[in-house]
C-alpha cells in the first residue's frame, strides 16, 4: 500500500530532474558536491586514490557549484590515477538538490556514493567492504556506513551530528532506487538528503 501510494505522488509531483540516467559501466561512482574548500577536497581524493578497489571499478564525479573555478578544474589533473569527470553546471546554483540530481545523471555505477568534501576515510578497503555488502545482498537498496565529517574529528565542529544517519556525509544507494524515487528535491538549498530519506524509508 506504501508503494502505490508513494508511486502515485511520485507521478503527480515528480521531485528532481533526472530525465536522463547513464547506464552502469561501473561498480561505483563516488559523487561529490563542493564549492571552494579545495584542500578539504584534495583530503578526500587522496583518501579515494589509496582505495584498494580496482580504479576500473570506480568513477569519481566532481560538481563544483557557482559555475565553477580555474582551481576546482585542475582537480583531476591532480589525481590522474583516478577516473574523475569534473563539471560545472550553469545553472542551479545553490540548490544541493539539484546540484546531487546533476551529479546522480552523469553516474555510471550501479552504486552511488554521496560524499562531501570533509569527510575523510581513514580504511583503505573502505570502497572494497561497501560493495562487499551490496554484492552478498542483491536486495539491499541503499548502506549507511558510520560517518563523522573531518570537521568533527580535527576542529570539533559537527560532532552532534548522529554517525548514523543520511547526513552523515557518506550514503551509498543502488542508483536504480533513487531514479524510482525521482531522486533529490531539485528545490532545496539545504536537508535534500533529510528529504529523500523520508520518502526512502516510506
Same mark, same amino acid.
Given at each position: 500500500?506504501?508503494?502505490?501510494?508513494? +508511486?502515485?505522488?511520485?507521478?503527480?509531483?515528480?521531485?528532481?530532474?533526472?530525465?536522463?540516467?547513464?547506464? +552502469?559501466?561501473?561498480?561505483?561512482?563516488?559523487?561529490?558536491?563542493?564549492?571552494?574548500?579545495?584542500?578539504?577536497?584534495?583530503?578526500?581524493?587522496? +583518501?579515494?586514490?589509496?582505495?584498494?578497489?580496482?580504479?576500473?571499478?570506480?568513477?569519481?564525479?566532481?560538481?563544483?557549484?557557482?559555475?565553477?573555478?580555474?582551481?576546482?578544474?585542475?582537480?583531476?589533473?591532480?589525481?590522474?590515477?583516478?577516473?574523475?569527470?569534473?563539471?560545472?553546471?550553469?545553472?542551479?546554483?545553490?540548490?544541493?538538490?539539484?546540484?546531487?540530481?546533476?551529479?546522480?545523471?552523469?553516474?555510471?555505477?550501479?552504486?552511488?556514493?554521496?560524499?562531501?568534501?570533509?569527510?575523510?576515510?581513514?580504511?583503505?578497503?573502505?570502497?572494497?567492504?561497501?560493495?562487499?555488502?551490496?554484492?552478498?545482498?542483491?536486495?539491499?537498496?541503499?548502506?549507511?556506513?558510520?560517518?563523522?565529517?573531518?570537521?568533527?574529528?580535527?576542529?570539533?565542529?559537527?560532532?552532534?551530528?548522529?554517525?548514523?544517519?543520511?547526513?552523515?556525509?557518506?550514503?551509498?544507494?543502488?542508483?536504480?532506487?533513487?531514479?524510482?524515487?525521482?531522486?533529490?528535491?531539485?528545490?532545496?538549498?539545504?536537508?535534500?538528503?533529510?528529504?529523500?530519506?523520508?520518502?526512502?524509508?516510506?
Amino acid at each position: 500500500m506504501r508503494e502505490r501510494i508513494l +508511486n502515485t505522488l511520485l507521478k503527480i509531483c515528480p521531485i528532481g530532474d533526472l530525465s536522463s540516467v547513464c547506464g +552502469n559501466e561501473k561498480r561505483l561512482s563516488c559523487v561529490f558536491i563542493f564549492y571552494r574548500r579545495y584542500d578539504l577536497m584534495e583530503t578526500i581524493l587522496y +583518501n579515494l586514490s589509496s582505495q584498494t578497489l580496482d580504479r576500473e571499478d570506480v568513477e569519481i564525479i566532481l560538481v563544483e557549484d557557482r559555475g565553477g573555478s580555474d582551481r576546482g578544474r585542475a582537480l583531476p589533473g591532480q589525481f590522474t590515477a583516478l577516473d574523475i569527470q569534473y563539471h560545472a553546471p550553469e545553472r542551479g546554483w545553490g540548490r544541493m538538490g539539484f546540484m546531487r540530481n546533476f551529479g546522480l545523471s552523469r553516474a555510471r555505477g550501479e552504486i552511488v556514493l554521496f560524499l562531501d568534501d570533509d569527510t575523510v576515510l581513514p580504511d583503505s578497503r573502505f570502497l572494497e567492504k561497501l560493495l562487499h555488502h551490496f554484492r552478498s545482498d542483491p536486495d539491499l537498496d541503499a548502506v549507511m556506513p558510520r560517518g563523522h565529517a573531518s570537521f568533527c574529528l580535527l576542529k570539533g565542529r559537527y560532532d552532534y551530528h548522529d554517525p548514523y544517519f543520511f547526513t552523515n556525509r557518506c550514503m551509498a544507494y543502488r542508483k536504480k532506487v533513487l531514479a524510482a524515487l525521482g531522486g533529490f528535491d531539485s528545490s532545496f538549498a539545504g536537508q535534500e538528503d533529510v528529504e529523500l530519506a523520508i520518502r526512502f524509508l516510506a
